[in-house]
């Protein structure tokens, strides 16, 4: 059965930084877009940062609060993915998740069909 488990997150204070990783099994993650979505208590998950596949045009799509500070990428022989957070800010903070589709336009939820259960990251001092 295909599955993602995250891990990586936890406790920082702002300023801080944190590297999140997803491991893939039972598919081959590089076949597919993949990205990095967090939900925050009482509020929808968004996405905050997507990468293709390696047979299209490997962009990576941020959200506006993620430019400058986090970088998405994949490993393809460790079939992780990962995210490099930096300047953490309070409103980083919440449960992010890991997903694959088909492809990645706009980098919202409706594009992944396959969810890992997330790993939480909390933001604060």
């Known amino acids: 059965q295909d599955q993602f488990v995250e891990y990586g997150g936890g406790l920082v204070q702002p300023g801080g930084s944190l590297r999140l990783s997803c491991e893939a099994s039972?598919?081959?993650?590089?076949?597919?877009?993949a990205g990095w979505f967090r939900q925050a208590p009482g509020k929808e998950r968004e996405g905050v940062a997507c990468?293709?596949?390696?047979?299209?045009?490997?962009?990576?799509v941020l959200s506006d609060s993620a430019k400058g500070r986090f970088t998405v990428s994949k490993d393809k022989h460790s079939n992780t993915l990962h995210l490099e957070m930096t300047n953490l800010k309070p409103e980083d903070t919440g449960i992010y998740s890991c997903?694959?589709?088909?492809?990645?336009?706009?980098?919202?939820?409706?594009?992944?069909?396959?969810w890992g259960q997330g790993t939480q990251v909390t933001v604060s001092s």
């Open positions: 997903g694959a589709g088909a492809a990645v336009t706009d980098c919202s939820p409706a594009e992944f069909s396959y």
């Open positions: 039972g598919f081959i993650l590089d076949y597919y877009a």
């Open positions: 990468i293709s596949s390696s047979d299209t045009d490997d962009r990576t």
